[in-house]
């Protein structure tokens, strides 16, 4: 990473290079005219040696302003370049020092519960009279049973089967009983997700850590007894589940078939209810859904509570939330969902903006430097309006200031969140150029200093623009002298 850093500054300083030959040629120009000068117009000599020796120091201090600028602006590209190399070889290693998050687009199915029964399917075949004395079978027609194939799947309960005589006649005949589900609607559903955004350190993009809960209640319709079942899917695309928990009436169950997710059986009294509880942990990231159904289905009472730190947007064609409310001065939002005897095969799915962290970072180091720039102009029109002097010497120290503390910004992104990164070196950058510049140009600097911070609102970086050009326009406006103010 240092000789990136060093090869880096070495074309950047090339580039400087090559931007200082018109300067020179200029400069260059211009002692060629002041040489002619001196010749054509010996007499005029120390008038124009006293004017240079008046100005030089001024024109000294602000070329030292330039000077400063431009060593800034190549420190800024180092540093964004550098900062870019590390997080593009961060996301493409195949190790890394830190954990991922563990979980994507998490789905989270609606639970089933049914009603089990049986049903038995009788089918029969009759041979012709002959078979048996033509076909000869060792051991009886019996032996041939293993070799007719058997009905396949969990829900064959019995399977009956033999061979009969009816006169000269031979019968076949088979009775296969399965287990039948009636689906039963659930009583009622009352879901809650509480899910918070966090930024790893390094750049590796935004996850939400999910903790989820749910509590289901159903009846058994029948007048009497009846074996039912509940079946809770677990989620895909949730990576880790932490802290799974299914309570069925006060008993603990155990996810035994990962694909089936979790099932409970028992004898369920006629109207009896079961209540069940699940409560689990996850990370996932960009997507939180959850299906209600995959056909349209009955729902008597379903409510779903969602609360996020970050701003959610919803899928087209599922269901819109029937509230929402966000606190202005918080920035979790909760989202309610409340359905009534509703008929529907929509979901729910709330879709978060993934920004590109690594594009974030260089559009904000592409900033940078025109945000020196802004803020050295910005305290020259500052000092202009409010008639204060402004030393170039301190103004180029602020300047550097400044620059130091957008580099520094770059550097902890290694060690720290984004946002907690690049706020943290534009506060040092600001107090640098504020201590070296004076506190009366506070004001010029944290402007221009937070306009990179802009891209890191999540698509909110115009309006944040705009809303700081308009407060430019009135912190710059002129002073009004005290004589002005009192008529």
Not at 30 to 46: E, N, Y
Not at 75 to 99: C, P
Not at 170 to 176: E, F, G, I, M
Not at 465 to 473: D, F, G, I
Request: proline fraction near 7%; glycine fraction near 10%; include cysteine.
């Amino acid at each position: 990473m240092v000789q990136v850093a060093l090869d880096v500054l070495q074309h950047a300083l090339n580039a400087l290079l090559w931007l200082a030959l018109p300067a020179a040629g200029v400069a260059l120009l211009g002692a060629i005219i002041l040489g002619l000068l001196h010749r054509l117009d010996p007499g005029g000599r120390r008038a124009r040696q006293r004017w240079l020796t008046r100005r030089a120091p001024h024109v000294a201090g602000w070329a030292l302003v330039l000077l400063a600028l431009g060593a800034a602006s190549v420190l800024l590209h180092v540093s964004r370049r550098a900062t870019d190399l590390r997080v593009g070889t961060q996301l493409s290693a195949r190790y890394a020092n830190a954990a991922d998050p563990d979980g994507g687009q998490t789905v989270q199915g609606a639970p089933r519960a049914s009603v089990l029964g049986s049903h038995t399917y009788t089918r029969s075949l009759t041979l012709p009279a002959d078979v048996d004395t033509r076909i000869r079978v060792p051991g009886g027609w019996e032996a041939l049973l293993p070799y007719l194939g058997q009905p396949d799947g969990a829900s064959v309960r019995d399977l009956r089967e033999g061979f009969t005589r009816v006169g000269p006649r031979l019968v076949y005949s088979r009775a296969v009983t399965l287990t039948t589900e009636e689906p039963v609607p659930l009583d009622s559903s009352a879901v809650r997700a509480d899910l918070k955004f966090t930024e790893p350190a390094g750049g590796r993009g935004l996850y939400y850590a999910a903790a989820f809960s749910a509590d289901y209640a159903f009846t058994n319709p029948a007048a009497l007894p009846a074996t039912m079942r509940f079946t809770f899917p677990l989620p895909t695309g949730s990576g880790t589940l932490s802290d799974f928990r299914l309570t069925v009436n006060g008993q603990v169950l155990r996810p035994a078939d990962p694909d089936r997710g979790t099932v409970w059986e028992g004898v369920v009294p006629a109207g009896g209810v079961i209540r069940v509880t699940v409560t689990y942990r996850n990370q996932g990231a960009r997507s939180w859904r959850y299906e209600l159904g995959q056909r349209r289905e009955p729902i008597r009472d379903f409510r779903l509570d969602v609360s996020t730190n970050r701003p959610a947007k919803f899928q087209r064609a599922t269901l819109f939330p029937t509230r929402q409310t966000r606190p202005a001065l918080g920035t979790t939002t909760h989202l309610e969902w409340n359905l009534r005897d509703v008929i529907t095969a929509q979901d729910i799915a709330l879709v978060f903006a993934q920004g590109s962290m690594r594009e974030t970072l260089t559009k904000i180091g592409v900033l940078h430097p025109l945000a020196l720039v802004l803020a050295a102009l910005l305290c020259v029109a500052w000092a202009t309006t409010r008639r204060r002097p402004l030393p170039p010497v301190p103004l180029a120290a602020a300047v550097l200031g400044l620059g130091l503390g957008f580099t520094l910004a770059g550097v902890l992104t290694a060690y720290m969140p984004v946002d907690a990164a690049q706020g943290l070196g534009t506060l040092t950058g600001l107090v640098l150029g504020r201590h070296l510049l004076g506190r009366a140009f506070t004001w010029p600097l944290a402007l221009a200093s937070a306009a990179p911070l802009v891209f890191l609102s999540g698509g909110h970086a115009g309006l944040l623009l705009t809303v700081l050009a308009a407060v430019l326009l009135l912190v710059l406006r002129p002073a009004r002298s005290r004589r002005g103010a009192g008529r």
